[in-house]
C-alpha cells in the first residue's frame, strides 16, 4: 500500500522540532553520501519521536556503522551551512535527476530514479522545490531550519527494512532512523525515558504478573487474559457500565459474525475490506452447472465453495480471490464476516422498532467483540491485535442535540482521564480531504455538504468546550469526521487510547427514521464513541502507565495475608480476616506456606500485591494486622476494622 505523501497545508502546520528532525534527514543523508557515493535515496521525513531516510546501498548498513556516519553528521552541523529553497520546473527537476544530481553531492552516472518517480507523482499545479546545505541537493517541499547548525543534539537509533512506497513489489529499502532535540538535556532525557519504557514495557509485565497471553496455536495477535489479567477486564467494564448508565445508556448485544450485505450496506465493504479478515462461505452442495460455467480451479468457484487451507493462509494477498466474495453474490451458499465494528449492528437494532423524536437521544451500548486483520508485521502485544473488546456506544440524536450530546462524551473522557491520572493529553480532530469524494482515489462518502456541516458542527463544540485538539486533514473516517485521542504516560510516552467519530452517512445508508414534531420522517445524526477503547490497547497502556503497580480498585490482586509462622491460631484468625474481606468482594488471598516472613513479602512484592497484611502473634491478641503496602512499605499496626474498613471504603471510591 502507498504510503500517504504530506500535503502542503500539512508541511506548513510542522513544529520546530519536525523541522529540526527534518533538517536532521537532510544531514544524514549528507553524511552516507560521503562514506559511500554510490547511495540512492528515497524519502527522508521527521516521524513520531525522530525520523528517517529511505536508502538503497550495496553495502548493508548496521549499528557498527553508526559512529561513523554520526562523525559525518556532526562535521555538517559544525560547518552551519544554510539551507537554501530552490523553486525549478518539472523539466528542471527532472533535467537535474536524469543527471544523478538529486539526493546527491554532485552529478553522478546513475540517474536519481526515486527522485525522478516522486517528481512524476507531485500534482500538476504544485510548485517543485530543492533544498541546497552544503554540497548536497535534495528534492524537498520543505520545510526546514535556517542553518545546519540549528539542529542541536540527535542519534541514530535503529535499523529496518522498507519498501519504496510501502508497496512489497517495489525494491526493499534500508531505512536508518534516528532523533534529534534542541537541546542534549533533551536527548538525554528522551532516551532515560526509554530506559524506563522497556521496564514498564506492558509485554514484559503482562508475562511477569500473569495477565495476559498469546498462543500460536491460538493465532498472533489473538490475547487470552489469565485470572489477573480478567480482573482488570472486569473491572474496566464494571467502571464503564456504571458511567454510561447514570448518563443513560442502554446496553445491547450482537452476534460476532453477519452477512456480507450488512457490510456492503454500510459502506466497510470495500472500503475497510483490507482490515477485515476473509469471508467464509457456507455452501451447498457442488452443483454441476457451477462446475461447468467457471470451472474446478478458479478463484469463483472455490470462493463460493469454501476456502482451502493454502487459500485462507494467503488470502488477504490473493486480491483476485478477495475480490469475488466482493463483488459477487453466491447462488449456491451464504458469505460471512467476522464482525469488525460493531456499529452496523447497532444500526439495525435502532431500525429494529418505530422511532420518534421523543425517543431521542438513544444511546446503545456494548462491549462488543471485533476482529480486525493487522499485518502480522504491524501487531504489537496488546497494542495491535486481532481480536479486540471496544467500549462502543453510538448515540443516534438530532441536529439539535448534538452538541450537548457530543460536550457529555468529551465531559466523560475527562472523567476517565482524571481517574486514571492522565494529566496530558490531546484530541486529533481528522478531517476529510475534498479532492477525494469521488474517482479512483475515492476515500469518502460523497457527500460535501454534508462533510462541511459536520465538520463545523464538530470544530464549534471543541472550541467551546476549550479541550485541548488539533486539527488533522485527510484522516476522517470514510463516512464522518473523527477524534482520536491521545494520552500520554506518567513517563511522557504518548498513546493512542481511543476515538470519537460523527456519521451522517450510515443512517443514511440503512435508512434509519424517527418522526419528528410534526409526523415526518428525519434521518437521525449518530455519535460513535469509545472513550475507554479497547480492553486490550487500554490495558496496555495501563500496564506502562502504572508500570503494573495499579491502584487499589483496580489491582487484579488487592490483600495478601501474610501470616508468620505456622501456629493454628494465628492461622484461624489469618482465615477469619480473609473470610471477612471476600465478604466485601475483597481480592484477597493468603499465602499459608511454611517460608518465612521474608520470603513471603518478597514473593508479593514481586508480583505487585497492593496491601498486605502481615499478620503475627502480637497481631492477633490486639484483633490488628500490620499493613504493608507495595511501594511504600510498612505502614505499621492498626485495628483490624479499621484497616478492613479503609480497604472497602478505598476501593468503594475508585481511589488512585
Known amino acids: 500500500m502507498q504510503e500517504e505523501r504530506k500535503t502542503l497545508e500539512q508541511r506548513e502546520q510542522m513544529t520546530d522540532v519536525e523541522r529540526l528532525r527534518h533538517s536532521a534527514s537532510h ?60 523553486e525549478v520546473s518539472r523539466d528542471e527537476a527532472l533535467e537535474l535527476g536524469t543527471k544523478g544530481r538529486l539526493a546527491a553531492l554532485s552529478e553522478r552516472p546513475e540517474p536519481s530514479k526515486y527522485k525522478i518517480d516522486i517528481i512524476k507523482n507531485i500534482p500538476p499545479d504544485e510548485k517543485i522545490s530543492l533544498y541546497r546545505s552544503g554540497d548536497f541537493v535534495d528534492l524537498c517541499a520543505g520545510p526546514h531550519v535556517m542553518r545546519t547548525g540549528n539542529i542541536g543534539a540527535f542519534k541514530l537509533t535503529n535499523l529496518a527494512s522498507a519498501y519504496y512506497k510501502g508497496d512489497e513489489k517495489n525494491p526493499q529499502l534500508q531505512r536508518i532512523y534516528g532523533t534529534a532535540f534542541k537541546t542534549k538535556k533533551e536527548l538525554d532525557d528522551y532516551f532515560a525515558m526509554l530506559e524506563e519504557a522497556k521496564k514498564r514495557d506492558h509485554r514484559k509485565l503482562g508475562r511477569e504478573l500473569e495477565l495476559f497471553v498469546f498462543d500460536d496455536d491460538v493465532g498472533p495477535g489473538l490475547p487470552m487474559f489469565l485470572p489477573r489479567g480478567a480482573v482488570i477486564v472486569e473491572e474496566l467494564e464494571k467502571l464503564a457500565k456504571e458511567t454510561e448508565f447514570a448518563a443513560g445508556y442502554q446496553r445491547v448485544r450482537t452476534p460476532h459474525i453477519a452477512r456480507q450485505s450488512l457490510y456492503r450496506k454500510s459502506g466497510h465493504l470495500p472500503y475497510y475490506a483490507d482490515s477485515m479478515f476473509p469471508p467464509m462461505i457456507l455452501a451447498e452442495e457442488p452443483k454441476a452447472d457451477l462446475l461447468s460455467e467457471v470451472g474446478k480451479e478458479s478463484p469463483e468457484y472455490r470462493m463460493r465453495l469454501g476456502l482451502s487451507k493454502d487459500e485462507i493462509l494467503r488470502g488477504k494477498e490473493s486480491e483476485q480471490s478477495f475480490s469475488v466474495a466482493l463483488d459477487v453474490e453466491p447462488r449456491y451458499g451464504d458469505v460471512y464476516f467476522l464482525k469488525a465494528m460493531n456499529c452496523p449492528h447497532h444500526h439495525k437494532l435502532f431500525a429494529a422498532v418505530p422511532r420518534s423524536y421523543r425517543d431521542l437521544p438513544l444511546r446503545l451500548a456494548e462491549y462488543g467483540t471485533c ?121 511522557g510516552r504518548e498513546f493512542s487510547i481511543a476515538t470519537n467519530q ?122 490488628a494486622v500490620s499493613v504493608r503496602v507495595h511501594g511504600k512499605g510498612n505502614l505499621g499496626a492498626k485495628p483490624r476494622v479499621e484497616a478492613m474498613a479503609e480497604i472497602v471504603q478505598s476501593i468503594r471510591e475508585r481511589r488512585a
Open 27 to 86: 544531514v544524514l543523508a549528507t553524511a552516507i553520501l560521503k562514506l559511500w557515493p554510490e547511495a540512492q535515496f528515497a524519502a527522508g521525513p521527521p516521524v513520531e519521536n525522530g525520523f528517517y531516510y529511505d536508502v538503497d546501498l550495496p553495502h548493508r548498513i548496521s549499528p557498527e556503522d553508526f559512529e561513523k556516519i554520526e562523525a559525518e553528521m556532526k562535521k555538517e552541523i559544525k560547518a552551519n551551512h544554510p539551507f537554501e529553497r530552490i
Open 502 to 623: 460523527v456519521d451522517f452517512a450510515q443512517p443514511r445508508s440503512f435508512d434509519l427514521r424517527y418522526k419528528d414534531r410534526d409526523n415526518i420522517d428525519k434521518i437521525p445524526i449518530c455519535i460513535h464513541r469509545a472513550p475507554l477503547g479497547t480492553h486490550e490497547r487500554f490495558i496496555g497502556f495501563l500496564i506502562e502507565h502504572y508500570a503494573g503497580n495499579f491502584p487499589l480498585w483496580l489491582a487484579p490482586e488487592q490483600v495478601r495475608i501474610l501470616p508468620i509462622g505456622d501456629e493454628p491460631k494465628v492461622l484461624d484468625y489469618s482465615m477469619s480476616i480473609l473470610n471477612e474481606l471476600r465478604a466485601h468482594q475483597v481480592r484477597a488471598e493468603i499465602d499459608r506456606s511454611t517460608d518465612n516472613i521474608n520470603g513471603k513479602i518478597q514473593r508479593a512484592e514481586q508480583m505487585k500485591v497492593h496491601t498486605m497484611f502481615v499478620i503475627g502473634k502480637r497481631d492477633m491478641e490486639a484483633s
Open 371 to 491: 476482529y480486525r486483520y493487522e499485518k502480522s508485521g504491524e501487531l504489537f502485544g496488546l497494542m495491535r491485535v486481532r481480536s479486540l473488546q471496544m467500549n462502543d456506544a453510538h448515540i443516534y440524536c438530532t441536529p439539535e442535540q448534538f452538541e450537548a450530546e457530543f460536550n457529555a462524551v468529551n465531559e466523560m473522557y475527562l472523567k476517565y482521564f482524571k481517574l486514571f491520572g492522565i494529566d496530558k493529553y490531546l484530541m486529533r480532530f481528522s478531517t476529510h480531504d475534498p479532492s477525494r469524494l469521488r474517482g479512483i482515489d475515492a476515500k469518502f462518502v460523497d457527500e460535501p455538504e454534508l462533510w462541511k456541516k459536520t465538520e463545523e458542527m464538530t470544530r464549534n463544540v471543541l472550541k467551546n468546550s476549550g479541550i485541548n485538539y488539533v486539527e488533522v486533514p485527510n484522516e476522517a473516517a470514510f463516512y464522518g469526521p473523527k477524534i482520536d485521542v491521545q494520552a500520554w504516560s506518567v513517563i
